[in-house]
């Protein structure tokens, strides 16, 4: 994982989540960052939340909007109530929100800091200097609403924050990651996440280190008012679509699209292709005994297999956030209703898969790592459906799977015919 990793386009959407939805989101959300931390460690746990390729993914995979704005909400809220009771075994605090949440983010700071013994006062400054970096120092048009900060009990943290800009029915997601860190005004940000907007002025960059100089330099030469009419001169005889400076580095850039479905275009067939294909081939034999559980079927599988890919897989793997709503789909029926019994299958699985290995077996983590790893060396030569015919088959058989979605409960197929998970 690098520290920057790009940017999104977000569109930004309303609504809230269904208590049904948010309440297995928490679980989900807390069990695998439990698999991650227990793999990988906590640090490498950090990383992942701080790369906003991985982190639409994660929350793609929990069954929420799979390209939108919510998924930021969504998940950090679901982390902050589902690591809340590990926290004490883990070392790790989300701390923050959305609205009046964030500006309650310094004190909880100062509350973890009694408890653990770090410097509450610190982060809090912390907290605050962030939110101002992309509020003033990155003038990008979007106002800040949500801000996120997880912290750990050595010290290093993460921050996750969110602005709008209404006009234009879109957000900005900002990452930040303290490893590695240096200078809170020189390139700091492990990536920003949002709609492209023209140029940007972002005094933070490295590049913009003469910038900063030199306006310092005129705020203490030139009176205010010499300022202003410079720059309206300036402004006035600047050509229209001048272009940026050359050979200047850029960075990948994950466009998320406006429309609401799931269309072949947003999804990488082989890589979907090669889950399935892993499932199929991995999962009579490292899952035999859940096979043979009443309504546990080769769907969970599936699901698993997408689950293993976010615990284990490259920051590569995850240019295509919609293929991780094939795991448990989405709460507004896009690609399909939520599969409730196939979600509550995969947390069962996970949780018992973490249990065993606190106990010294580590046979079912140990399973899904190998779901993974088969998934990426079939996908090469691995054929399957069309993305749309997945998606049709998906709905057909939701009724079966306990499909669930904000319009309420899935409907029986045409031809009543229910399929077990």
């Given at each position: 994982?690098?520290?920057r990793t790009?940017s999104?386009?977000?569109p930004l959407h309303?609504?809230?989540?269904?208590p049904?939805?948010?309440e297995?989101?928490t679980?989900?959300?807390a069990v695998m960052?439990?698999a991650i931390?227990?793999?990988?460690?906590?640090?490498?746990?950090?990383?992942?939340?701080?790369?906003?390729?991985?982190?639409?993914?994660?929350?793609a995979v929990m069954?929420?909007?799979?390209?939108?704005?919510?998924i930021?909400?969504?998940?950090?809220?679901?982390?902050?109530?589902?690591?809340?009771?590990l926290?004490?075994?883990?070392?790790l605090?989300?701390?923050?929100?959305?609205?009046?949440?964030?500006r309650?983010?310094?004190?909880?700071?100062?509350?973890?800091?009694a408890?653990t013994?770090l410097?509450g006062e610190?982060?809090?400054?912390t907290?605050?200097?962030?939110a101002?970096?992309d509020?003033?120092?990155?003038?990008?048009?979007?106002?800040?609403?949500?801000h996120g900060?997880?912290?750990?009990?050595?010290?290093?943290?993460?921050?996750?924050?969110?602005?709008?800009?209404?006009?234009?029915?879109q957000?900005?997601r900002?990452?930040w990651?303290?490893?590695g860190?240096?200078?809170f005004?020189?390139?700091?940000?492990?990536?920003?996440?949002?709609p492209?907007?023209?140029e940007i002025?972002?005094?933070?960059?490295?590049?913009?280190?003469?910038?900063?100089s030199?306006?310092?330099?005129?705020l203490r030469?030139?009176p205010?008012?010499?300022i202003?009419?410079e720059?309206?001169?300036a402004?006035?005889?600047?050509?229209a679509?001048?272009?940026?400076?050359?050979?200047?580095?850029?960075l990948p850039?994950?466009?998320?699209?406006?429309?609401?479905?799931?269309?072949?275009?947003d999804?990488?067939?082989?890589r979907?292709?090669g889950?399935?294909?892993?499932?199929?081939?991995?999962g009579?034999e490292?899952?035999?005994?859940?096979?043979?559980v009443p309504?546990?079927?080769?769907?969970?599988?599936?699901?698993?297999a997408?689950v293993?890919?976010?615990?284990?897989g490259?920051?590569?793997r995850?240019?295509?956030?919609?293929?991780?709503?094939?795991a448990?789909?989405g709460?507004d029926?896009h690609?399909?209703?939520?599969?409730l019994?196939?979600?509550?299958?995969?947390?069962g699985?996970?949780?018992?898969?973490i249990?065993?290995?606190?106990?010294g077996?580590?046979e079912q983590l140990?399973?899904l790592r190998?779901?993974?790893?088969?998934?990426?060396?079939?996908?090469?030569?691995?054929a399957?459906?069309?993305?749309?015919a997945?998606?049709?088959?998906?709905?057909?058989?939701?009724?079966?799977y306990?499909?669930?979605?904000?319009?309420?409960?899935?409907?029986?197929?045409?031809?009543?015919?229910?399929?077990?998970?």
């Amino acid at each position: 994982m690098t520290r920057r990793t790009g940017s999104a386009d977000l569109p930004l959407h309303g609504g809230r989540v269904p208590p049904w939805l948010a309440e297995r989101m928490t679980r989900l959300g807390a069990v695998m960052c439990e698999a991650i931390v227990h793999h990988y460690g906590r640090d490498e746990l950090l990383r992942r939340l701080a790369h906003p390729f991985w982190f639409q993914s994660f929350g793609a995979v929990m069954g929420m909007d799979w390209h939108s704005s919510g998924i930021t909400t969504s998940v950090l809220g679901a982390l902050k109530r589902g690591l809340a009771p590990l926290s004490g075994e883990f070392g790790l605090h989300v701390c923050g929100g959305r609205g009046k949440h964030s500006r309650q983010t310094p004190a909880e700071l100062i509350a973890i800091g009694a408890r653990t013994g770090l410097d509450g006062e610190a982060l809090g400054r912390t907290s605050r200097l962030v939110a101002k970096v992309d509020t003033a120092a990155v003038q990008d048009g979007f106002d800040l609403y949500l801000h996120g900060f997880i912290v750990a009990d050595d010290g290093k943290w993460v921050v996750v924050q969110q602005g709008m800009n209404g006009e234009r029915k879109q957000a900005r997601r900002y990452h930040w990651l303290s490893e590695g860190l240096t200078s809170f005004v020189d390139a700091p940000h492990a990536a920003i996440d949002g709609p492209g907007q023209g140029e940007i002025l972002n005094l933070t960059d490295a590049r913009a280190a003469p910038s900063r100089s030199a306006q310092l330099d005129l705020l203490r030469t030139l009176p205010p008012e010499t300022i202003a009419r410079e720059y309206a001169r300036a402004f006035a005889n600047a050509p229209a679509g001048a272009p940026a400076v050359d050979g200047q580095p850029t960075l990948p850039h994950l466009v998320m699209p406006d429309h609401h479905d799931v269309r072949a275009e947003d999804v990488v067939a082989r890589r979907l292709h090669g889950g399935f294909a892993a499932a199929a081939e991995r999962g009579p034999e490292d899952f035999a005994d859940l096979l043979q559980v009443p309504g546990v079927g080769a769907r969970t599988v599936r699901a698993l297999a997408l689950v293993a890919e976010v615990m284990h897989g490259a920051p590569c793997r995850f240019s295509d956030p919609a293929r991780f709503a094939f795991a448990h789909g989405g709460k507004d029926r896009h690609p399909f209703p939520v599969p409730l019994r196939v979600y509550d299958q995969t947390i069962g699985v996970l949780k018992a898969a973490i249990q065993g290995a606190k106990l010294g077996r580590e046979e079912q983590l140990d399973a899904l790592r190998r779901l993974d790893q088969q998934a990426r060396r079939l996908e090469r030569e691995a054929a399957g459906p069309s993305v749309d015919a997945a998606i049709a088959e998906e709905r057909r058989a939701s009724h079966g799977y306990g499909g669930h979605s904000i319009f309420g409960p899935e409907p029986p197929p045409a031809d009543a015919l229910t399929t077990a998970g």
